[in-house]
């Protein structure tokens, strides 16, 4: 079982990014899963979660309104779009696997990218 999370990168505040969290070793609609950050000395926060088969989403309120949760269940990938970016959105984003969304453990972890929000 592998997440590989990718897409962060350095953007403009009000610019956007989509992040990918691509998994192999098991089918990701069979789960939910989760978008966590974590900028260093903090502690990590819960971004997003899509839950499986009927794909209800949940956002933290810091996001609502600008990042959009979703799956491609043909490339078996998890993707956040990030939109009108903020410099309080810079961190190292993470993506998990969890039974369902308001499960508290995340069985397997992403390697994390890194999103950076200045100008």
């Known amino acids: 079982v592998q997440l590989q999370a990718s897409g962060g990168g350095l953007v403009q505040p009000g610019g956007s990014l989509r992040l990918s969290c691509a998994a192999s070793?098991?089918?990701?609609?069979?789960?939910?899963i989760s978008w966590f950050r974590q900028v260093p000395g903090k502690e990590r926060e819960g971004v997003s979660c899509i839950s499986p088969y009927d794909a209800s989403t949940y956002y933290a309120d810091s996001v609502k309104g600008r990042f959009t949760i979703s799956r491609d269940n043909a490339k078996n990938t998890v993707y956040l779009q990030m939109n009108s970016l903020k410099p309080e959105d810079t961190a190292i984003y993470y993506c998990a696997r969890k039974s369902r969304c308001t499960a508290s453990i995340n069985d397997y972890w992403g390697q994390g990218t890194e999103v950076t929000v200045s100008s």
């Open positions: 070793g098991f089918t990701s609609v069979h789960h939910a």
